[in-house]
């Protein structure tokens, strides 16, 4: 995962890839931990 910060100290931005079935659990744990701003995209091209 990418862990960026933010203007303010209190927020990071923080970006991965996820496999699908991982995704539907963990965006409403994340929610119920107090995450906010999410955003889901899908992965249209992987260039190794």
Known sequence: PTVS???DDNWVA???VLEESVV???IP???SLGAEGIIEY???KLVL
Request: proline share 7%; hydrophobic share 40%.
């Open 5 to 7: 910060k933010l203007a």
């Open 14 to 16: 923080i970006e991965t």
């Open 24 to 26: 539907r659990t963990l």
């Open 29 to 31: 744990e994340l929610k």
């Open 42 to 44: 899908p992965l249209n």
